[in-house]
């Protein structure tokens, strides 16, 4: 079942590569979306595609890449929508 997850990530995310894994996780399992850095340090993701995968994708966010900190994890979620044809950075 398809869906969509607004996923607010605190810690040490910014400056570590944590958009770019973000992508490639996310790429790599066929869900699309975008991720952002926010002016308050954390990283915001919107992600649609198969729950399952995107329960995956968090456990992969929770960890990390490897000069991340994860303090929190926020998931919200949401109705989907279809509205992106692919995984992308944006600002």
Known sequence: MNTRARIF???RVQGVFYRD???RWASSKGLTGWVRNLP???VE?????DKESIQTLIRQMREG???SRIE???VEWEEFKGEFPDFHITW
Do not use: K, Q
């Not at 993701?45 to 595609?49: D, F, H």
């Open 9 to 11: 990530v605190s810690g």
């Open 21 to 23: 894994n973000t992508r």
């Open 40 to 42: 308050d340090g954390r």
């Open 45 to 49: 993701a919107l992600v649609e595609g």
């Open 65 to 67: 890449p490897p000069m």
């Open 72 to 74: 929190n994890i926020e």
